[in-house]
């Protein structure tokens, strides 16, 4: 009588009838599990920190604007905090993260203009410490509001390039250095040049993206571009 073997792969605790003279051998090896896909985030979280030192005092409602443009670009999930900045020693949270438009709105609406010199590399750096541990699988992002000249932060731009690299968070920026070059001769040119270089090698090796908006006319514009680059990883792209 010709004996039939049959080898049988036992996994998740199922068995397979035989019959008389059906020899049964068996094995515990486990079936391999697929390896589970690569997902991409479905939405961000992000911060908005904005100067609000004296030297941008005539570009505050350009400014407020542009961070109205921004918030008016989010899709659903998104979350955004509004971070308020001077000096080292006036950084604040105006408004913790959230998706509700109009907290963030009226939080922009707010803002005003602070005695002393800007700490654009302590703003960014205590920004991305505060955004780091968001909502897990949340794209995030910090966007720069600001002149671009920084002059008196703790931390340098080494070390600020280096936390965002970690904490895996590209910088964004839009800078407003119209009114750098309202002086004349080769000082005034100097320091919107360095303004901007600044801005430029802060997002070029952080994996962000920078702005230099010429008229209001351009913001709304600016913060959807802002959107559509800070999505690029998304795959839904919301309209």
Known sequence: ?????????????L????????TVITTTQAMPSPTPAKTSPSSSSYVIAVQNSERVRGQLEKIIEMGRSVVAANCAGDETMIIRFVGRDNIEIKQPMTANKQDLNDALDNLYIGPGQAAIIDAAYLSIESIKDAKDGNKKALILITNGTDLNSHYNEKQLVSLALESKV???AVGFVSDLATGTGYLAKGIQAKAKGFLERLTAETGGKVFFPKSSAELADIGKQLHFSLRAEINDQCR
């Open 1 to 13: 009588m010709k004996t039939i073997f049959l080898i049988l792969l036992v996994a998740a605790g």
């Open 15 to 22: 068995s397979v009838p035989f019959t008389r003279g059906t």
């Open 170 to 172: 590209p910088i964004y």
